[in-house]
């Protein structure tokens, strides 16, 4: 079964970089098949899709955060990054992590599974 | 970017009754690229829906998903306790891929 899992700094400053880790078990990240998205939460709002990442590397961003985002996969560890430069109180969200439902060449961008989230807080 | 606007907010329902959410794009969704999640509190979004009516693999069949162009709906038929959640739905035809602000289903 397969199973994600996030980890990182649960506390950042204003203007420091966001590193989040999203490791996968029971299946390997570099299957053809498949790519791999982040979301977040704000507390107690709504869902914003923040990217996707392929295991060549290829990657593809939501416009509004796309100058400040990175995502990257490190297929030996089978675990794939985020990474969000000049972080804001406005960044404050559970962040998860989740395989895109769709195979490669569809335009399948649903998530499922997701990972159980991780809380990251911005602030002074 | 296409705006979802889900209503009713709030669903107050009792169990075994109907419940019908209402998802509805600011323009037309192609392909019935359109999913439905449910999210307990603490707890990741699940997927319920994909492809506007395919249920996710060990979904009850109570739950359905039906709509297409700018309107959508997913239907709980009868509610068991399990259900009262909020969910939300997503369109995923062009980037941003964005979700509703969700429906609250509670108990009544």
């Known amino acids: 079964q397969l199973q994600l899992q996030e980890s990182g700094p649960g506390l950042l400053k204003p203007s420091e970089t966001l590193s989040l880790t999203c490791t996968v078990s029971?299946?390997?990240?570099?299957?053809?098949?498949?790519?791999w998205g982040w979301i977040r939460q704000p507390p107690g709002k709504g869902l914003e899709w923040i990217g996707t990442v392929y295991y060549s590397g290829t990657a593809y961003y939501n416009p509004s955060l796309k100058s400040r985002v990175t995502i990257s996969v490190d297929t030996s560890k089978n675990q794939f990054s985020l990474k969000m430069t000049s972080v804001t109180a406005a960044d404050t969200a559970v962040y998860y992590c989740?395989?895109?439902?769709?195979?490669?060449?569809?335009?399948?961008?649903?998530?499922?599974?997701w990972g159980q989230g991780t809380l990251v807080t911005v602030s002074s | 970017e296409i705006v979802l606007t889900q209503s009713p907010g709030t669903l107050s329902l009792s169990p075994g009754e109907r419940a019908t959410l209402s998802c509805r794009a600011s323009q037309s969704v192609s392909s019935k690229y359109l999913a439905w999640y449910q999210q307990k509190p603490g707890q990741a979004p699940r997927l319920l829906i994909y492809?506007?009516?395919s249920r996710a693999t060990g979904i009850p069949d109570r739950f359905s998903g039906s709509g297409s162009g700018t309107d959508f709906t997913l239907t709980i038929s009868r509610l068991e306790p399990e259900d009262f959640a909020v969910y939300y739905c997503?369109?995923?035809?062009?980037?941003?891929?964005?979700f509703g602000q969700g429906t609250k289903l509670e108990i009544k």
């Open positions: 989740a395989r895109r439902g769709g195979p490669y060449g569809s335009g399948g961008n649903w998530f499922d599974p």
């Open positions: 492809g506007a009516s």
């Open positions: 997503q369109q995923y035809d062009s980037s941003p891929y964005t």
């Open positions: 029971g299946g390997s990240i570099s299957s053809t098949t498949y790519y």
